[in-house]
């Protein structure tokens, strides 16, 4: 049975940092990709960033650029996503999805099947 489950979420002030963590079972990271998405207060689910675990291509919502890193563990079936500088925008629910993958394939427009559950980052002064 695939299983995500996200922790790692919770409250900081602007500029603070926060660190999602992803952790998968029931299928290997290795042929797969894994997205984390956002889900803002009234707003609908937006890719914040992804990464091809057979190549090790990432993609980054441009807002996100520079302040978010992606990465992965596969040795626990992990995969992180390492949010710097974070801004009231930042606020949502934050989901990792997973979807089998092939080598080349853009993260970005996999069609994710798996979902967690979300956790929740809230940014506020």
């Known amino acids: 049975q695939v299983q995500l489950v996200e922790s790692g979420g919770g409250s900081v002030q602007p500029g603070g940092s926060l660190r999602l963590s992803c952790a998968v079972s029931?299928?290997?990271?290795?042929?797969?990709?894994i997205g984390w998405f956002r889900q803002a207060p009234g707003k609908g689910h937006e890719g914040i960033s992804c990464?091809?675990?057979?190549?090790?291509?990432?993609y980054y919502k441009d807002s996100v650029k520079g302040r978010f890193t992606i990465s992965r563990d596969n040795a626990k079936n992990t995969v992180f996503l390492q949010m710097n500088s974070l801004e009231s925008e930042d606020t949502g629910v934050y989901s990792c999805a997973a979807v089998p993958i092939k080598l080349g394939s853009r993260c970005q427009e996999a069609p994710y099947a798996s979902w967690g559950q979300g956790t929740q980052v809230t940014v506020s002064p």
């Open positions: 990464i091809n675990n057979i190549d090790g291509s990432t």
């Open positions: 029931g299928f290997s990271l290795d042929n797969s990709a």
